[in-house]
T-cell receptor, first 116, second 114 residues
Framework: DAKTTQPPSMDCAEGRAANLPCNHS???????VYWYRQIHSQGPQYIIH???NNETNEMASLIITEDRKSSTLILPHATLRDTAVYYC?????????????????FGKGTKLSVKP | ETGVTQTPRHLVMGMTNKKSLKCEQH?????MYWYKQSAKKPLELMFV???????ENNSVPSRFSPECPNSSHLFLHLHTLQPEDSALYLC?????????????FGQGTRLTVV
């Protein structure tokens, strides 16, 4: 089962920042937070990931709370092409070979609709 | 273009047919995955291969048979499927199974069982 909780849907106006929340209150110290998105009928696309510190790349920023129990994905200037389902996933960082906790387990995600 | 290529993109097959889905990556990754995405359901992890060894089989029915002949290729052999097996089948690869590695997904094969 997915170890994260996300709102099922959100709307955002084009050009504004989209802030997508994720709760992962049972996250372990050795687990990363990953974000992927899936545009309709395509394969999921990696966005960003982090362990403790906030991260930024060309697509988005990831803000992780100090207790690591929640995070927020920020798309600074949303466009219509950002309309997609966004998945927040926790995934173990280090473990013995052959275990399953390193697998990407997807939940239902948040359907983000960017409107003109 | 993610570097993970799946063929065919669309497949219609009868319940008595045998078909295979193919996934290919030339990213130098050593872990490959099959996922299933049914309508209005989350992606379900089916199989995981790491260095050509199967490390995960998520209680998948035997009518789905994976094969990983080398680190660059992954197949999903299908036989005597049911209509409820109609779904988007996605392949992914990553440098390793664990933490600090992102996974790259193919565009998927849209399978319809009639």
């Amino acid at each position: 089962d997915a170890k994260t909780t996300q709102p099922p849907s959100m709307d955002c106006a084009e050009g504004r920042a989209a802030n997508l929340p994720c709760n992962h209150s049972t996250i372990s110290g050795n687990e990363y937070v990953y974000w992927y998105r899936q545009i309709h009928s395509q394969g999921p696309q990696y966005i960003i990931h982090g362990l403790k510190n906030n991260e930024t790349n060309e697509m988005a920023s990831l803000i992780i709370t100090e207790d690591r129990k929640s995070s927020t994905l920020i798309l600074p200037h949303a466009t219509l092409r950002d309309t997609a389902v966004y998945y927040c996933i926790v995934r173990v960082a280090f473990m013995n070979y052959g275990g399953s906790q390193g697998n990407l387990i997807f939940g239902k995600g948040t359907k983000l609709s960017v409107k003109p | 273009e993610t570097g993970v290529t799946q063929t065919p993109r669309h497949l219609v097959m009868g319940m008595t047919n045998k078909k295979s889905l193919k996934c290919e990556q030339h990213l130098g990754h050593n872990a490959m995955y099959w996922y299933k995405q049914s309508a209005k359901k989350p992606l379900e992890l089916m199989f995981v291969y790491n260095f050509k060894e199967q490390t995960e089989n998520n209680s998948v029915p035997s009518r789905f048979s994976p094969e990983c002949p080398n680190s660059s290729h992954l197949f999903l052999h299908l036989h005597t499927l049911q209509p409820e097996d109609s779904a988007l089948y996605l392949c992914a690869s990553s440098q390793g199974e664990l933490g600090n590695t992102e996974a790259f997904f193919g565009q998927g094969t849209r399978l319809t069982v009639v």
